[in-house]
C-alpha cells in the first residue's frame, strides 16, 4: 500500500514505459504510411473509433470498479481481523485465570495470523506480480513473508511440538485454529475458564474461521479471466486502429490552418493518439494491479504492517514492550 500523498508523474511513466514504446510505434507506422508512401486509403471513418472507444471506455471502467471492490473488501475483512485479534488478547488476559497460559492463547493466534499471511502470499497463476513492470518496481520494496520463512515465524511463538503438525497440514492457518480450539476445551476442563468465558473464545474461534474463508475467498478465486481478457483485448484493439481513425480527421484540418502548419497536420496524430492510447492501456493497467489485494504489488492490502500493529497491542495488553517497528521503505511502500 502506497501511504504517500500519491505516486509521482516520473514515476508513473517508468512504471508504463513499456507501453509507451509499444504505443510509439504503432502511433508513427500509420502516420508514415499515409503521409509518407501515399497509402491514403488507410484512413477509416472516425466514427468506428468513436464507437469503439466507448465501448472500451465502458469495459475499463467496469474492471477498475470491480477490482477496487475487491481492494476494498480485503481490506476490510483484515480490518476485522485487526479489530477482533485485540478483543482475543483483552479475553485472553481477563478470563483465563492462569497468566501463562493466557500468554499461550494469545501466542498460537499470533501464530494463526503468521500462518494466514504466509497463505494470503502464496503465488497463484493468475497474479501479475511477475510481470517485467512489477518485478522492476518491486526492487522498491521488500516483502516481509518472502524475506522470512514461515517455519522461523512460528518457531517464535509455538513450542516444538505443535509447529511440526502445522507444517505438515494442508491447510496451515486453520491447523492453528484447531490447536486453539482444543487449548481452550483443556482450560474448561482445567477451571481456568468459565462455562461463560469459553463459550466467548469458541465464538471468537469461529468468527476468526469466517475472516479466514473471506480472506481465502479473495486470494483463491481470480478477478473473472474473461472479463480481464476481454477488455484488455478491446484496448489493444483501440490502440491500434486509433491512429487510423484520427489521420482522417487531421488532414481536413489542412484546410483550415496556414503558415508551417497547412499541410502538415497528420503529423500531430503521432502525439495526440500516443496520449490517448496510453490513457487506456494505464487505466487498464492500473485495474491489473489492484485486483490481487495480496500478491505482493505495491497497491496490497498491507496485512504483514497489520499483524505487525496487532502483535504490538497484545504485547501492551501484558505490559511487555512491543516489537521493533519495520523500517519504511523510501517509495512509501507498506507491505
Given at each position: 500500500?502506497?501511504?504517500?500523498?500519491?505516486?509521482?508523474?516520473?514515476?508513473?511513466?517508468?512504471?508504463?514505459?513499456?507501453?509507451?514504446?509499444?504505443?510509439?510505434?504503432?502511433?508513427?507506422?500509420?502516420?508514415?504510411?499515409?503521409?509518407?508512401?501515399?497509402?491514403?486509403?488507410?484512413?477509416?471513418?472516425?466514427?468506428?473509433?468513436?464507437?469503439?472507444?466507448?465501448?472500451?471506455?465502458?469495459?475499463?471502467?467496469?474492471?477498475?470498479?470491480?477490482?477496487?471492490?475487491?481492494?476494498q473488501d480485503a481490506q476490510q475483512v483484515w480490518s476485522q481481523i485487526a479489530s477482533s485479534s485485540r478483543i482475543w488478547g483483552a479475553m485472553c488476559r481477563d478470563l483465563?485465570?492462569?497468566?501463562?497460559?493466557?500468554?499461550?492463547?494469545?501466542?498460537?493466534?499470533?501464530?494463526?495470523?503468521?500462518?494466514?499471511?504466509?497463505?494470503?502470499?502464496?503465488?497463484?497463476?493468475?497474479?501479475?506480480?511477475?510481470?517485467?513492470?512489477?518485478?522492476?518496481?518491486?526492487?522498491?520494496?521488500?516483502?516481509?513473508?518472502?524475506?522470512?520463512?514461515?517455519?522461523?515465524?512460528?518457531?517464535?511463538?509455538?513450542?516444538?511440538?505443535?509447529?511440526?503438525?502445522?507444517?505438515?497440514?494442508?491447510?496451515?492457518?486453520?491447523?492453528?485454529?484447531?490447536?486453539?480450539?482444543?487449548?481452550?476445551?483443556?482450560?474448561?476442563?482445567?477451571?481456568?475458564?468459565?462455562?461463560?468465558?469459553?463459550?466467548?473464545?469458541?465464538?471468537?474461534?469461529?468468527?476468526?474461521?469466517?475472516?479466514?474463508?473471506?480472506?481465502?475467498?479473495?486470494?483463491?478465486?481470480?478477478?473473472?479471466?474473461?472479463?480481464?481478457?476481454?477488455?484488455?483485448?478491446?484496448?489493444?484493439?483501440?490502440?491500434?486502429?486509433?491512429?487510423?481513425?484520427?489521420?482522417?480527421?487531421?488532414?481536413?484540418?489542412?484546410?483550415?490552418?496556414?503558415?508551417?502548419?497547412?499541410?502538415?497536420?497528420?503529423?500531430?496524430?503521432i502525439p495526440l493518439s500516443l496520449l490517448i492510447c496510453w490513457m487506456y492501456t494505464s487505466l487498464d493497467q492500473v485495474g491489473e494491479s489492484t485486483e490481487n489485494p495480496?500478491?505482493?504489488?505495491?497497491?496490497?492490502?498491507?496485512?504483514?504492517?497489520?499483524?505487525?500493529?496487532?502483535?504490538?497491542?497484545?504485547?501492551?495488553?501484558?505490559?511487555?514492550?512491543?516489537?521493533?517497528?519495520?523500517?519504511?521503505?523510501?517509495?512509501?511502500?507498506?507491505?
Amino acid at each position: 500500500m502506497h501511504t504517500g500523498k500519491s505516486y509521482k508523474l516520473p514515476e508513473f511513466l517508468l512504471w508504463t514505459r513499456r507501453s509507451i514504446y509499444v504505443l510509439l510505434l504503432l502511433t508513427v507506422i500509420p502516420v508514415v504510411l499515409y503521409e509518407v508512401v501515399g497509402l491514403t486509403w488507410l484512413a477509416i471513418p472516425w466514427g468506428v473509433v468513436f464507437l469503439l472507444g466507448a465501448t472500451v471506455a465502458l469495459s475499463a471502467g467496469f474492471k477498475n470498479v470491480q477490482t477496487y471492490n475487491r481492494t476494498q473488501d480485503a481490506q476490510q475483512v483484515w480490518s476485522q481481523i485487526a479489530s477482533s485479534s485485540r478483543i482475543w488478547g483483552a479475553m485472553c488476559r481477563d478470563l483465563v485465570a492462569d497468566p501463562a497460559r493466557a500468554r499461550s492463547l494469545m501466542d498460537r493466534h499470533l501464530a494463526w495470523l503468521a500462518a494466514l499471511r504466509h497463505q494470503m502470499r502464496e503465488v497463484k497463476p493468475w497474479e501479475n506480480a511477475d510481470k517485467a513492470y512489477n518485478a522492476e518496481y518491486l526492487r522498491l520494496y521488500t516483502i516481509p513473508e518472502r524475506e522470512r520463512s514461515l517455519e522461523s515465524e512460528l518457531a517464535r511463538y509455538l513450542p516444538c511440538d505443535e509447529v511440526a503438525p502445522i507444517l505438515n497440514s494442508r491447510s496451515k492457518a486453520l491447523q492453528v485454529l484447531g490447536l486453539q480450539s482444543r487449548a481452550t476445551k483443556a482450560m474448561l476442563a482445567d477451571g481456568q475458564l468459565t462455562m461463560a468465558g469459553f463459550t466467548d473464545m469458541q465464538k471468537s474461534i469461529r468468527d476468526f474461521q469466517d475472516l479466514q474463508g473471506r480472506s481465502e475467498r479473495i486470494k483463491n478465486f481470480p478477478y473473472p479471466r474473461q472479463h480481464a481478457f476481454i477488455n484488455t483485448l478491446f484496448v489493444r484493439i483501440l490502440c491500434v486502429l486509433l491512429p487510423f481513425g484520427m489521420i482522417g480527421e487531421f488532414e481536413r484540418l489542412n484546410d483550415v490552418v496556414d503558415g508551417w502548419a497547412r499541410g502538415h497536420m497528420v503529423w500531430f496524430v503521432i502525439p495526440l493518439s500516443l496520449l490517448i492510447c496510453w490513457m487506456y492501456t494505464s487505466l487498464d493497467q492500473v485495474g491489473e494491479s489492484t485486483e490481487n489485494p495480496f500478491e505482493g504489488g505495491a497497491n496490497d492490502v498491507p496485512i504483514s504492517q497489520i499483524c505487525e500493529d496487532v502483535e504490538n497491542d497484545l504485547r501492551e495488553l501484558l505490559g511487555e514492550a512491543p516489537i521493533a517497528a519495520a523500517a519504511q521503505a523510501e517509495s512509501d511502500i507498506v507491505m
